[in-house]
C-alpha cells in the first residue's frame, strides 16, 4: 500500500518557523514531483510549494515566496518543508502530495497529484 505522512505540524507564534516532513512508503518518489498544498476550513486547497523528481526545479505559491523552502531527499523517500516568518494567514491543514505527471505550469494545480498524505496542522498565533 501506498502511503504519504506528514509530520512536523503544530502551534507556533507570528514570525515562528516549523519544518513539516513528508514520508513515502510502498512507493518509491524519485519518479514523482512532490508538493505541499494547504487548506484552511472551507476554501480550496491553496497551493504551497512543489519540487521536481530530482529537485533541481522548485515553484511556491506567491503568498509563501521567500519564506518557505521545500527540499526533498530521494534516497530517505522524504520531502521537507521549511517555513519561516510564519503569519497567522499560514495557519491550515498541509498535505504532502506526489505528480508522476510532467513538470509544467499545471505543477500547481491539486488535480494533477494522485497520491495524497492525510494532513498536518498548523497554527500561528499573534
Known amino acids: 500500500q501506498v502511503h504519504l505522512v506528514e509530520s512536523g505540524g503544530g502551534s507556533v507564534q507570528a514570525g515562528g518557523s516549523l519544518t513539516l516532513h513528508c514520508l513515502a512508503s510502498?512507493?518509491?518518489?524519485?519518479?514523482?514531483?512532490m508538493a505541499w498544498f494547504r487548506q484552511t476550513q472551507g476554501k480550496e486547497r491553496e497551493f504551497v510549494a512543489a519540487i521536481v523528481r530530482g529537485g533541481s526545479l522548485k515553484r511556491y505559491g506567491d503568498s509563501v515566496q521567500g519564506r518557505f523552502t521545500i527540499t526533498r531527499d530521494n534516497a530517505k523517500n522524504t520531502g521537507s518543508l521549511q517555513m519561516n516568518s510564519l503569519k497567522p494567514e499560514d495557519t491550515a491543514v498541509y498535505y504532502c502530495?506526489?505528480?508522476?505527471?510532467?513538470?509544467?505550469?499545471?505543477?500547481?494545480?491539486?488535480?494533477?497529484?494522485?497520491?495524497w498524505g492525510q494532513g498536518t496542522q498548523v497554527t500561528v498565533s499573534t
Open positions: 510502498g512507493i518509491s518518489i524519485s519518479t514523482y514531483a
Open positions: 502530495a506526489l505528480s508522476d505527471g510532467a513538470w509544467t505550469d499545471f505543477i500547481t494545480t491539486e488535480r494533477v497529484y494522485d497520491i
